[in-house]
C-alpha cells in the first residue's frame, strides 16, 4: 500500500504565492511520475503539472506554464508545485497523483486526499 499525503494549501490574495508539497510513502519499487491535478467546484478534475523521475523532466498545462514550478525533492518520493502570480481562476482542490512500481513488475496508481487552494480579494 501506498500512502500520498498533500499538504500547503491555504487562502491567498491575487498576486500570492503558495508552495504545494506532495510525499508517497510505503513499500515503493520506484517511481515512474507525481504529477499535480486540481479540481474547481462544479467543473473536471484538470491537469496541471507532472514530473517525470527517469527523466528528470517537468511539463505543464498551458494554462500555467511560466507560472507554476513543479520539483523533486531531497527526500525519496517528494514533489513541490510552486503556485505564482495566483488568481481567482486557480481556487481549487489540489490533488497529488503518483504511479510508480511496487515490485518489478506490480504497478501502482495513487491519489492523495488534497488540499484546497482559494484566492481571494
Known amino acids: 500500500q501506498v500512502q500520498v499525503v498533500e499538504s500547503g494549501g491555504g487562502l491567498v490574495q491575487p498576486g500570492g504565492s503558495l508552495r504545494l508539497s506532495c510525499t508517497a510513502s510505503?513499500?515503493?519499487?520506484?517511481?515512474?511520475?507525481m504529477a499535480w491535478f486540481r479540481q474547481a467546484p462544479g467543473k473536471d478534475r484538470e491537469f496541471v503539472a507532472r514530473?517525470?523521475?527517469?527523466?528528470?523532466?517537468?511539463n505543464y498545462s498551458d494554462s500555467v506554464k511560466g507560472r507554476f514550478t513543479i520539483s523533486r525533492g531531497d527526500a525519496e518520493a517528494t514533489v513541490y508545485l510552486r503556485v505564482n502570480s495566483l488568481n481567482p481562476e486557480d481556487t481549487a482542490v489540489y490533488y497529488c497523483?503518483?504511479?510508480?512500481?511496487?515490485?518489478?513488475?506490480?504497478?501502482?496508481?495513487?491519489w492523495g486526499q488534497g488540499t484546497q487552494v482559494t484566492v481571494y480579494s
Open positions: 514530473y517525470e523521475w527517469s527523466t528528470r523532466s517537468p
Open positions: 497523483n503518483t504511479r510508480g512500481y511496487l515490485t518489478s513488475s506490480e504497478n501502482f496508481d495513487f
Open positions: 510505503g513499500d515503493i519499487f520506484s517511481i515512474v511520475h
